[in-house]
């Protein structure tokens, strides 16, 4: 196990304490001075300046504008490099302050996100042993490629408030924008300053009815878009076309969140212009209704890479809605809700579940009182995980979340049955809600302010699925990633078991659903964790001795409820398991003791019975042999002939015919033979002339008489032959 699992902690374990971090710790520091590193002012973008590449971790640095490229696979071999990177330089370095870091589909381009614009950089080629970039030079050039420069310098008042690449893998890479007038703009990386495609959210003339401050009154209402997500690539309805042709059209949905929590839906597809593709689609009705709408302040949407779409919106108080994206029925009564009267059915969001985050540790005031309720919010990004698609992580200024949707397989199974099977509906509503884990917490005590995570990424690869935040003082946090929501690793083809092989029962017992390892699972089961700590406050002011009092109590309170509990009511379960199975094992053992007498017993019996079989065998062949012997002797005692005594009598006399006919033939030819033999003696006549035969005729006697001869002696064996089968 040391040695399956040595180079993931040895990284985890080196990571914090490279040169990178040290030296931007370092220049963080310094930057600060003796004021405390608070938040500072919050922006449209939630800052994200990490990203990783097949076992490298790229990290922005806005002060040389560069990028950092730590390898992972070094700081995991048997000599890691802790002061080995390469720096990534743009050539055309960015006007304005990074926030995000986005990296395209096909992972050839880095998107630098910030509020006044965005540059993408174009990566250079790796090659060599270790696969670095330009063959593993210090410092690398990299061409950058400015998107809507112009419009954002001649548009002061616009802010960009949220950046996603479009996920098409096999098109030029897309990048969509999300601007604060509303609109949604597609750029090309060949034609960066004009958009491709311009979605507008709202209309033209209320964004002109305008207040003090440059807002649109739709703004302070919260009508306005705050953030988007694309889905898995679908096929568009026929009703959104608007025609009846029978051929699919495959498009991304493009789900659009509003301040005020609505969300609407737009079908993108870059290949394809048919119909009304692209007509904006919406509000989508929410079930069950509201009176708030689910909240005014929504931030964030994430879509699950999964068929139905499961919407992820999160809002600044800290609530997580859980919805599926369900198409509309003919009865629903959509139209009224609708901004566009002629649309047609849309599709509708489902709440599943809701989820409260504790953004700030709730602290208790006193032994006996609840927990103080915290007004702390902050706005929430979504982060999907790469490697399992039923979990996705949260960020915020005050620490991390991970979520992990644990009936996500059930609900797929319940769709998928018939209407009338209520088995998977139970199972359904049985299942256990979301798994949520408080990995980090910047905020443990309302006197200090929040630090930030300014970087966050999931390394899913073969160096062990973690967890890698960086804080806003560059201060570098690894956690290993808890199996519980994502499934292991499929088995490799070498290893697949046969299926005709026997199961053991009790490996069947333990993965049924009603097993007492899945209810010692449920009891163990935690609703609150401490998460890590982290203190942003300076490091020479101690906090009050009261909220510290307060923090041990909330940590000893999670520690005895959630943990020591939760450990003794799992101890009495199975104490009281061990005992029900030590009387099944008293009962099984007497059980078994009368099964293995009842064996010998059925043994001896069986021996007895196969002594009895041989005894009556005997008794049967010989009595098969005395029936014989009196049916031979019944049938030689019959007068009339049997039909086989018949055959032979009728056979006999047909030889008997034959043999008179053979004694003629030979008699015959006894007689020629004597008769020839007077010819010869008398020899010939002296009155005759002699007749002289030429050798050819000679020879042709010969032959003849040899045959003869031959046919004569063939005749003389057959008749032979005759006479001594019909003697015997």
């Known amino acids: 196990m040391a040695a399956e699992w040595g180079p993931a902690e040895q990284w985890r374990a080196a990571l ?36 990783g590449l097949d076992g490298d971790l ?40 990074v926030y995000q870091t986005l990296l395209s589909p096909t992972q050839h381009h880095v998107a630098l996100v910030g509020t006044r614009g965005l540059t993408v950089l174009e990566l250079p080629k790796r090659w060599g042993k270790s696969s670095e970039f330009e063959g593993g030079k210090e410092t690398v050039n990299c061409s950058t490629i400015p998107i809507a420069e112009r419009f954002f310098t001649s548009s002061t008042s616009l802010t960009l408030k949220h950046a996603a690449w479009y996920p098409c893998e096999t098109l030029e890479p897309h990048i969509v924008l999300l601007t604060s007038d ?28 305008t207040i003090n401050k440059g807002r649109a009154y739709t703004a302070s209402l919260g009508e306005t878009a705050v953030a988007f997500d694309f889905g898995p690539l679908v096929p568009v309805p026929k009703n959104v076309l608007g025609q009846r042709g029978s051929d699919e059209v495959l498009a991304y949905p493009l789900y ?31 079930h069950p ?37 369900l198409d509309a029925e003919e009865d629903d009564e959509q139209s009224e809700k609708s901004w566009d009267p002629r649309s047609d059915l849309i599709p509708s969001l489902y709440v599943f579940e809701c989820v409260e985050l504790e953004l700030a540790l709730k602290l208790a005031s006193g032994d006996e009182e609840e927990p103080l309720e915290s007004d702390f919010s902050c706005p929430i990004k979504l982060h999907q995980d790469p490697k399992c698609p039923s979990r996705y992580h949260c960020t915020h200024e005050a ?45 443990p005590l309302p006197c200090r302010q929040p630090a930030p995570i300014r970087g966050f990424w999931i390394v899913s690869d073969i160096l062990g699925p973690t967890m890698i935040c960086i804080t806003n003082t560059y201060e570098c946090i690894t956690r290993p990633l808890l199996s519980t929501v994502h499934p292991a690793s499929p088995p490799l083809l070498c290893t697949r078991e046969d299926k005709d092989v026997a199961v053991s029962p009790l490996r069947i017992l333990a993965d049924s659903q009603h097993s007492f390892e899945k209810h010692i699972r449920s009891i163990l089961q935690r609703s609150t964790a401490n998460p890590l700590l982290l203190k942003s406050g300076d490091k020479d002011a101690a906090p009050p001795p009261e909220e510290c009092l307060q923090l041990l109590s909330r940590a000893t309170q999670v520690f005895r409820e959630e943990y020591i509990l939760k450990q003794d009511l799992a101890k009495e379960e199975i104490q009281q398991r061990v005992k029900l199975l030590l009387g099944q094992k008293k009962k099984q053992l007497e059980d078994l003791n009368y099964c293995r007498e009842e064996k010998k017993s059925l043994r001896e019996m069986a021996e007895r019975l196969a002594d009895k079989y041989e005894e009556a065998k005997e008794k049967q062949e010989d009595i098969m042999n005395r029936m014989k012997k009196v049916l031979r002797s019944f049938h030689s005692q019959l007068p009339v002939l049997s039909d086989s005594e018949k055959d032979m009598k009728k056979e006999l006399q047909t030889i008997h015919d034959q043999l008179q ?66 003697n015997f």
């Open 289 to 325: 209704a509201a009176e708030d709408n689910y909240g005014y302040d929504a931030c964030a949407v994430l879509c699950l890479p999964c068929v139905p779409n499961i919407l992820v919106i999160a809002t600044e108080s800290g609530m997580l809605y859980h919805c599926v994206v």
């Open 182 to 209: 509303n609109t949604i703009r597609i750029y090309s990386l060949k034609i960066p300053q004009t958009p491709i495609k311009v979605i507008t959210l709202s209309d033209s003339e209320e964004e002109t009815l």
């Open 58 to 97: 790229l990290l922005w640095d806005g002060d040389c504008s560069a990028l950092h490229a730590v390898s992972l696979r070094r700081l995991g071999g048997p000599e890691p490099g802790l002061s080995d990177f390469q720096t990534l330089l743009c050539i055309n370095p960015p006007m304005f302050e």
């Open 661 to 726: 006919h053979l004694s003629n033939a030979i008699r015959q030819v006894k007689m020629k033979k004597e008769y020839q033999q007077k010819k010869m003696e008398k020899g010939t006549s002296p009155r005759k002339p002699s007749i002289t035969l030429s050798a050819y005729q000679s020879k042709c006697i010969q032959t003849v008489l040899k045959e003869e001869g031959e046919h004569i002696r063939e005749m003389v064996k057959q008749i032979n032959d005759i006479r001594s089968h019909v």
């Open 16 to 51: 914090p304490q490279h040169a990178v971090l040290g030296r931007l710790r370092e220049r963080a520091a310094a930057a600060a001075g003796p004021s405390r590193p608070g938040a500072g002012p919050r922006t449209a973008l939630s800052p994200n300046l990490l990203l």
């Open 256 to 286: 659009i969140l509003y301040e005020n929590g609505e969300t609407f839906l737009t079908y993108i597809s870059l290949i394809q212009s048919t119909g009304n593709l692209g007509k904006l689609l919406g509000p989508l009705p929410m």
């Open 399 to 443: 620490g991390v979340h991970s979520v992990g949707l644990t009936w996500i397989n059930k609900l797929h199974k319940f769709l998928g049955s018939d209407e009338e099977d209520k088995d998977s509906l139970q199972e359904l509503g049985a299942e256990q809600k979301c798994f949520v884990e408080h990995i980090l917490c910047t905020k």
